[in-house]
């Protein structure tokens, strides 16, 4: 209960702190959009590259990391049928929509109740890879073609690639796999920028639920709905199945597997979608309505498989 309480404590009173920036209007209207470029070209690929470079490369390679990939892909799939093939939603909304039902909040939920939860920060490390080189590259080329009209597939991918939050991740996972210690007086510097990553994030998070109730706006109400409930309900449910009888996990595996695919959607969704204006009311309302049902549900899960 204590990793639990820490994590969400975290996340509460930076969120709240940013509403009541928002509510006094201290930053002005373009204060959450700066804030916002500034998490998605500074901050985060930064903190990716902390979080990656100084990971063990044993953790992050272990059996957690296809149980939580084939979990995170088989909820997408569901979401991205259902809104496209029966909602007939935009593909911009179904890219954020299908992001928001399956992108966990492995950094400043997941590390906090990894760490007090399940007694080691480095079990949300495969979660935080398995999402920074390969679902944040596959979206962020998908909303770079969609937003910009490009047509040929290749060109934005290759624009992804100088995608400072890509290129952030790629870094670290190459300092982990060469095993190389950087020296304080680099490693420091890039630490402190990296530790305003998440708060910043919160803040401007906070910031845009001034003036808004969360499943007012018309359209949307239903996709962010879903994408709460594949992400808190299905998508843990989906883990235990595979990894209780697909990879034979052990308790403990079992355990934190299911717990983090229970984690709410992570604000690096939302920041996605206010780079690229696409779906933003419904990243803000999945967030929201996941970081508060996923709680209970976490509970839950470690009553029943928490040693």
């Known amino acids: 209960m204590l990793g639990i309480s820490t994590g969400f404590a975290v996340v509460g009173v930076a969120i709240i702190t940013g509403y009541v920036i928002g509510r006094i209007d201290l930053l002005g209207e373009a204060g959450g959009h700066v804030l916002g470029r500034l998490s998605f070209f500074v901050l985060s690929p930064f903190l990716m590259f902390t979080v990656l470079s100084d990971a063990d490369i044993g953790m992050l390679f272990s059996s957690l990391l296809p149980v939580s990939a084939a979990a995170a892909v088989s909820i997408a799939v569901v979401y991205l049928l259902i809104s496209k093939l029966a909602w007939r939603r935009l593909w911009g909304d179904v890219v954020v929509g299908s992001l928001s039902s399956m ?31 390969v679902f944040t590259p596959l979206a962020l080329t998908a909303l770079d073609a ?20 890509v290129i952030g991740s790629t870094s670290g996972l190459v300092m982990a796999l060469l095993d190389v210690d950087l020296p304080r007086i680099i490693h420091d510097p890039v630490q402190l920028i990296a530790n305003a990553a998440v708060p910043v994030i919160l ?34 449910v989906v883990a235990y199945l595979l990894g209780r009888f697909a990879f034979h996990l052990n308790d403990a595996s079992l355990h934190a597997v299911v717990v983090l695919a229970a984690l709410p959607s992570g604000q690096n969704v939302f920041n996605y979608a206010q780079r690229y204006d696409v779906g933003l009311v419904l990243a803000r309302d999945a967030v929201f309505l ?8 976490i509970v839950l899960i470690t009553v029943i498989l928490g040693s």
């Open 103 to 133: 992108y966990a909040n492995a950094n400043n939920i997941g590390i906090p109740i990894a760490t007090y939860l399940l007694g080691n920060a480095v079990f949300s490390a495969p979660i935080i890879l398995m999402q920074q080189l």
């Open 146 to 165: 969609i937003t910009s009209g490009e047509k040929h597939w290749w060109k934005a991918v290759g624009r992804v690639f100088h995608n400072p939050l």
């Open 203 to 236: 803040i401007s998070f906070g910031m845009s639920l001034r003036g808004q109730r969360v499943l007012t706006t018309p359209g949307t109400r239903r996709d962010a709905l879903l994408a709460t409930v594949l992400k808190v309900v299905a998508m843990p």
């Open 290 to 297: 996941t970081t508060v049902a996923c709680m209970p549900v």
